[in-house]
């Protein structure tokens, strides 16, 4: 019951144990060597409670910088690397501000994955927390189109780009020119915008009601697609 040191732990190396404990893999546990004789260690599931416990129980508390320096850093992009990168150089008392081309800071975690996987209070959770921290957002911003990247390095000191990997992986076999052929992430962030009643244009429409789907690729987005 030590789930002050536990959140302690976490923290030390992990910005987001509440999202990892929900979302990743956790490869680790299945390389567990614990497993050899026995059960491996449920990392996954130890993440989630001591996070849980931890922010019922106020153990987790917004912690702003007490001594600020007058270096200004862009870090463009949401998702989780740019929310770590935020955090970490905010608590160096560095003014952080953080770029997003979409409507609601979270990247792929808001956009990527489904509500039934991670729902999106979670995430508006800690992202109260990083704004109660000093960290300022600029939504709906994308950079090369609503502001240049020579007024961002004129503006800023030093820029984090933490864009993602936006571009999916064709494939080049015969049939590939037919239509109702999608890539996972136009599917998922499609869907994610309509859960949470954001506008969707027509052209990003893809509706799958009363067709018959197939699902190439069997990993997590393959089964967040079929979710």
Not at 6 to 13: F, G, N, P, Q, S
Not at 67 to 95: C, E, F, V, Y
Not at 169 to 174: A, N, T
Not at 194 to 203: A, T
Request: one cysteine or more; charged letters at 25%.
């Amino acid at each position: 019951e030590k789930w002050q040191e536990a959140i302690d732990l976490l923290h030390e190396t992990n910005n987001f144990p509440d999202f990892t404990g929900r979302i990743c893999p956790a490869l680790c546990e299945k390389s567990c060597v614990l497993a050899m004789d026995g059960e491996a260690v449920t990392i996954r599931e130890n993440e989630v409670a001591v996070t849980e416990i931890a922010f019922r129980e106020g153990m987790i508390k917004a912690h702003p910088p007490k001594n600020r320096t007058d270096k200004k850093i862009a870090i463009i992009g949401s998702g989780p690397a740019g929310l770590a990168a935020a955090q970490q150089l905010n608590k160096k008392g560095h003014n952080v501000t953080v770029f997003e081309k979409d409507h609601a800071p979270g990247g792929l975690l808001r956009y990527g994955i489904p509500n039934f996987k991670l729902n999106k209070n979670i995430i508006d959770r800690r992202l109260g927390m990083l704004k109660e921290e000093g960290i300022t957002f600029k939504t709906g911003v994308e950079i090369g189109k609503d502001i240049s990247g020579k007024d961002i390095l004129s503006q800023f000191d030093a820029v984090c780009l933490a864009v993602g990997a936006g571009q999916p992986r064709d494939l080049k076999i015969e049939g590939r020119e037919l239509e109702g052929i999608y890539f996972a992430m136009d599917y998922l962030s499609m869907q994610n915008k309509l859960v949470m009643h954001e506008d969707v244009s027509q052209k990003e429409m893809i509706s799958a009601k009363g067709k018959n789907v197939l699902v190439i690729g069997g990993g997590d987005t393959g089964s967040d697609c079929v979710g």
